[in-house]
């Protein structure tokens, strides 16, 4: 099955730094996609980008899908980015979400 | 408007009890899914039901039982709480095939005492 594998594990930036994150997936995927869990625990969907670039505002995603990775582009990141950012692989034909063990993200001001 | 609504927010109960967990969608999905998240922030799916039919159905204990009146609601049954029982339960939509607009509600803390 898709085995999901995030880095890094944690990540400590002062506001306005910018940042990657990386999602290694190992198997091929016809879906990908980034969350951010909030410190309040919400999940929000940022981006469904199984390849290709995407933008939306600070942030950007690009997965290359033959070379099984896909990165998340912070910039300019605020106190507000704070939280765990999760990568998932969709698994099979039921739409079964396979998540990495996230990276954490603490900015400070 | 809320897209998927959890309730409760917060549980806290003692072992051994029975309490269930109701989600509800209003964004029209044909798909809903049950995840629990760990203490180590680990998510992993537990159920997923397709227009009220039972299409995924990981590895859990017997005690939990799902249950799906409508293509809106996914309900999550726990029988016999146990200590291990502690996490955050989250129930999500999608639309269908794909994965596209895969959407999550706030989540339930589940704390057994």
């Known amino acids: 099955g898709i085995q999901v594998e995030q880095s890094p594990p944690d990540l400590i930036l002062q506001e306005g730094a910018n940042s990657t994150l990386r999602c290694n997936f190992s198997?091929?995927?016809?879906?990908l996609q980034w969350f951010h869990q909030n410190p309040w625990g919400q999940l929000i969907n940022l981006f469904y980008i199984p390849s290709g670039t995407k933008q939306n505002g600070r942030l950007s995603a690009t997965t290359v899908a033959t070379e099984r990775y896909s990165l998340l582009y912070i910039s300019s990141s605020q106190t507000t980015d704070s939280g765990v950012y999760f990568c998932a692989a969709l698994s099979g034909g039921y739409n079964k979400l396979i998540f990495g063990a996230g990276t954490r993200l603490a900015v400070h001001p | 408007d809320t897209a998927v609504s959890q309730t409760p927010k917060y549980l806290v109960t003692q072992m051994g009890n029975d309490k269930s967990i109701k989600c509800e969608q209003n964004?029209?999905?044909?798909?809903m899914y049950w995840y629990k998240q760990d203490s180590k922030k680990f998510l992993k799916i537990m159920f997923s039901y397709n227009n009220k039919e039972l299409i995924i159905n990981e590895t859990v204990p017997n005690r939990f039982s799902p249950k799906s009146p409508d293509k809106a609601h996914l309900n999550l049954h726990i029988n016999s709480l146990e200590l291990g029982d502690s996490a955050v339960y989250f129930c999500?939509?999608?639309?269908?095939?794909?994965?596209?607009?895969?959407?999550f509600g706030s989540g339930t803390r589940l704390t057994v005492v």
């Open positions: 198997d091929s995927v016809n879906n």
């Open positions: 964004l029209g999905h044909d798909t």
């Open positions: 999500a939509s999608s639309p269908g095939q794909g994965g596209y607009g895969y959407t």
